[in-house]
């Protein structure tokens, strides 16, 4: 059984860092793109970053983009998020996801991923 879960979440002050990492077990990690999404209170679950199987492209979102990298450790099956200059609006729950399908690159679309992790809090304070 595909099972995903994140860690690295919390409470940081604007200007902050913080890495969350999501260990999948369950399914061939290194077949499948992953990503994480995130999704504030009261708003729809966005797109922030995604990843290829091998790691070798990335997509982000325009609000996170120079800010937030997404990478992955296929031998370790975990793909992580490492969070910089964090703003008050970086403030969620993050979410990691793995694609439906194998395939050589990545969805923004959060329909393309269909096993997702519980989610961890960020908190960014003004």
């Known amino acids: 059984q595909e099972q995903l879960v994140e860690s690295g979440g919390g409470l940081v002050q604007a200007g902050g860092s913080l890495r969350l990492s999501c260990a999948a077990s369950g399914r061939t990690f290194s077949n499948y793109a992953m990503g994480w999404f995130r999704q504030a209170p009261g708003k729809e679950r966005e797109f922030v970053a995604a990843?290829?199987?091998?790691?070798?492209?990335?997509a982000y979102s325009s609000s996170v983009k120079g800010r937030f990298t997404i990478s992955r450790d296929n031998a370790k099956s975990t793909v992580y998020l490492q969070m910089n200059s964090l703003k008050p609006e970086d403030t969620a729950v993050y979410y990691c996801?793995?694609?439906?399908?194998?395939?050589?690159?990545?969805?923004?679309?959060?329909?393309?991923?269909?096993?997702w992790g519980q989610g961890t809090q960020v908190t960014v304070s003004s």
């Open positions: 990843i290829s199987r091998g790691g070798g492209t990335t």
């Open positions: 996801a793995v694609e439906k399908f194998q395939r050589s690159g990545w969805s923004t679309s959060l329909y393309e991923y269909d096993y």
